[in-house]
């Protein structure tokens, strides 16, 4: 339901793709290595590999791609730990339908993005997300 959700949030974007989606951390790390994702957006807590391992995995692989992690849990020790692993961002999913798309925009550009900070709506080329 998650995944569903997300894609229907990441589909209001008409120049971005959801290029694969994922069952389980391993998943997600082969998936990226194949389809080579601008953006990959991991769950916390998934089956085998959880959200920080595959970060690290796929950071390994794919130093340019940017990562988001998805979570329930507002834990700054969570936050930390994901971004020592690489992730770019960390969302909770309480507030995906409000900052999933300005945190996308921000990271498609390399940037951090900042909840109360404006962010530019200006076109953008095709993202595999």
């Not at 120049?15 to 998943?27: K, L, S, Y």
């Not at 020592?84 to 993005?113: C, T, W």
Request: proline fraction near 6%; charged fraction near 25%.
């Amino acid at each position: 339901m998650v995944r569903r959700g997300f894609r229907g949030i990441l589909a209001q974007e008409p120049n971005w793709e959801v290029c694969a989606e994922a069952e389980d951390g391993e998943q997600a790390v082969a998936l990226a290595a194949q389809y080579r994702p601008h953006i990959a957006i991991l769950d916390f807590v998934m089956p085998g590999l959880d959200g920080i391992e595959a970060s690290r995995q796929i950071r390994a692989t794919l130093p340019g791609c940017e990562i988001v992690i998805a979570t329930m849990h507002d834990s700054e020790e969570l936050r930390r730990a994901a971004i020592a692993a690489g992730a770019a961002a960390y969302l909770l999913k309480s507030e995906a339908e409000l900052h999933l798309i300005p945190v996308v925009r921000a990271l498609a550009k390399h940037r951090s993005f900042v909840p109360s900070g404006p962010v530019s709506t200006a076109p953008e080329a095709r993202k595999r997300v």
